[in-house]
């Protein structure tokens, strides 16, 4: 019988700090109004502290997702982190994560495709299921934007915040869990959308920090059109290849980036609003958190045998979309 990967639990952390539209008023040349109808944005939540990394909103998640499904740490035997904001280089958040909540019984290690990392760790994880390796895995998707955003620039630091979600990954014969996906690079989009320096190809120096060169640079027209049509092209692929009409889909899962974003991909694949996973008034785009805390955030309307399509979209340039049947009632 086909072993597929079914996400069987869920866990999620917010900083309790909310940074709102009208405290960005007070920092940058910006207005609610601007930024809300331009985004969809209200607030974002904003991990703050001194030492505190990625690896806190991780831990955080992973301890809520293990006791809501009475995991012992001992029985996980792979976690991977997706995260665009590592605590350090090395060693890895993951490896941090494990040893915070005391899985010390299983390899870990991080995966970084910007936005797209937690599909694409989504996907990754399945394939030590489907394959028989392993019987429990967790995905931790988890960035702290607020670390590689510089407020003083307008247009990039009304989008982002702080967050994280966690999924555990089990065996499943009934036909629930990840049944497709789609996944794609195109390495000619790193020049609308990436970090200048910080990397082994420019360490930082005093130059370097100088010219405020360790932020978010993105040309926010080329990224949108790439977006919209990236993610719904793929959205549309999976759903064509596996027989699914609109009406077969529960819930479309999109990456939180913007909400014109999020609008322009729902209507060319003919979804309604009633259908859109969306929170990113609430949260901002978290990257690599956006779409477990989407689940997490609507889990209890989940239901057995829902088809959702998960869809995310980063620089690199990433993206991809995930076909995956509802594996419980919560």
Known sequence: MKITAAITGIGS?????????????????TT?????????????????????????LGTKAVQQLLEKTGTHPDEIELLICATTTPDVLFPATANIISNGVGITKAFSYDMNAACSSFLFALATGAQFIQAGTYKKVIVVGADKM??????????NCILFGDGAGAVLLEPNTE????????LR???????YLHQKAGGSRRPPTHETVDRREHYIYQEGATVFKFAVKSMADVAAQVMERNHLGNDDVAWLVPHQANKRIIDATAHRMGVGPEKIMLNIQRYGN???????????????????????????????????????KWAYNS
């Open 146 to 155: 607020s670390s590689i955003v510089d407020y003083t620039d307008r247009a």
């Open 185 to 191: 690079t195109d390495g000619s989009g790193e020049a």
């Open 286 to 324: 978290t990257t690599n958190g956006t779409i477990p805390l989407c689940l997490a955030d609507y889990e209890s309307q989940l239901r057995r045998g829902d088809n959702l399509i998960l869809a995310a979209f980063g620089g690199g340039f990433t993206w991809g979309s995930v076909y995956l």
């Open 32 to 56: 609610d109004e601007w930024i809300t109808t331009r985004t969809g944005i209200k607030e974002r939540r904003i991990l703050k502290g001194d030492n505190q990394g990625t690896s806190v």
């Open 13 to 29: 952390y917010v900083p309790d700090y909310v940074l709102t539209n009208q405290e960005l008023e007070k920092m940058v040349d």
């Open 175 to 182: 036909g629930y869990g990840l049944l497709d996906q789609v």
